[in-house]
């Protein structure tokens, strides 16, 4: 089946979950302030102290932690992020840094409609510490991977991916750094794209749409 994804008009309304520093996040802050095709309208993280938060007050962005403590299990914390999500009017929610699985009935909810952004070129490496992952396996290139989110690990059509070296002498610190700064032009990208209506989803396969 092929679907359509994206909307043209008006600024895309998106949401980003963020987990920690947020550099993901303030990558599409500044990208959003220039001539860019979607504005985002909420924030919201799972831990109180996460710069995100800050990254987006200091935006004019609303801000909200929604504590996974303050709720019986996840069916109930995920409803009541998709509610947010809803009441913000945001069309698209980007997982930047989020490290709390979505439920079946969020990703369901929102299908189609949610990115992820992982530091590895899927299928390789899913999950925790992508970065040391790869180096622990010595692979030459590693890379940072944009996909539309379904119910597994990193699992979803693979959107935009950029790969980069790894170093005989590379840290985990250094490789994720490098990787960081393809995270933070492929993010953008990726929305822009999806802004623009040109991406169209095919079974696995995210087809990209010449400009018109
Ligand atoms: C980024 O490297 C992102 O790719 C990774 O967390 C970091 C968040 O940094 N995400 C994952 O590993 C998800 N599996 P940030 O908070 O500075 O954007």
Redesign the pocket.
């Known amino acids: 089946m092929t679907r359509i994804v994206g909307a043209m008009g008006e600024r895309l309304a998106v949401a980003v979950l963020?987990?920690?520093?947020?550099?993901?996040?303030r990558a599409i802050l500044d990208a959003a302030r220039g001539d860019f095709p979607a504005r985002v309208v909420l924030v919201v993280s799972d831990r109180d102290h996460a710069?995100?938060l800050q990254h987006a007050e200091r935006a004019g962005v609303r801000a909200v932690c929604l504590d996974p403590k303050g709720f019986p299990d996840r069916a109930a914390f995920d409803a009541a992020l998709g509610d947010l999500v809803d009441a913000a009017g945001a069309r698209l929610v980007c997982?930047?840094?989020?490290?709390r699985l979505l439920g079946r009935a969020f990703v369901r909810r929102f299908e189609g409609r949610i990115m992820?952004?992982?530091?590895a070129l899927l299928p390789a490496f899913?999950?925790?510490h992508?970065q040391r992952q790869a180096l622990d396996y010595g692979v030459k290139i590693a890379g940072?991977t944009v996909h539309f989110v379904d119910e597994g690990v990193?699992t979803g059509p693979i959107i935009l991916q950029s790969s980069v070296p790894v170093l005989d002498d590379d840290t985990e610190e250094a490789l994720?750094n490098r990787?960081?700064v393809e995270?933070h032009r492929l993010y953008p990208e990726a929305i822009r794209l999806f802004a623009l209506a040109r991406l169209t989803i095919d079974g696995r396969r995210v087809r990209i749409a010449r400009a018109s």
Do not use: C, F, T, V
Not at 95 to 99: D, E, H, K, S
Not at 116 to 119: C, D, K, M, Q
């Open positions: 963020a987990s920690g520093r947020g550099s993901n996040l710069l995100a997982l930047a840094g989020y490290m992820n952004i992982h530091p899913p999950g925790l992508a940072a990193d994720s990787i960081l995270e």
